[in-house]
């Protein structure tokens, strides 16, 4: 199977799936949109009332901001691959549980991923990131870069983290700035790669190895 098929599998799978019990209250399920080939990969929490209405990822207030962080990076959404790490709407807008979280992306998040083989995946707010460098901080590791299984992953704050709290919205629109320059070197070896750059003004830390 190509990508291109990979990809539509598994949004037919999740729209069926009945995997967890997120399935019961779903509208829409939201397997995620965008090409196959995209170099980044954005993974969210999961999807809010717009997106289980709609069926689509990032519709609402927090997809109007992640659209106008892409843009100021002279990118549109339709060239990055965006989905979010549980595909139905947990109710009442509650965390998912550790055990949806396992499952949902088991069975789907990471056959998506190994379809479209993005330089960078961003993972955006505290779920996402932690499947993939867990027992860490958001405040003390967003914006930098960590090679996961391979894989450049660069934990950033949740767009709608920073809608409710103002000061988090230059940190996400800095973190963003560098993407264009971290996608250039995901192929490069990890100690090539930077992460503090002389605009962070922050202390140096180090980029982990898994
Ligand atoms: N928040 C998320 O984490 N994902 C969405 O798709 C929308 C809002």
Known sequence: MNPIETLSRVGKEVSACTQCELH????HAVPGEGPADAEIVFIGEGPGFHENEQGRPFVGAAGKFLEEL???IGMKREQVFIT???KCRPPGNRDPKPEEVETCVSCYLERQLQAINPKVIVTLGRYSMGYFVPNVKIGDVHGQSFRVRGKLVIPMYHPAAALHQGSLKPILENDFARLPELIGKAALA???IDNNPPQQQEPPKQLSLF
């Open 190 to 192: 990890p100690e090539a």
């Open 70 to 72: 892409l843009a100021k």
């Open 84 to 86: 979010n790490v549980v």
């Open 24 to 27: 019961f209250s779903r509208k």
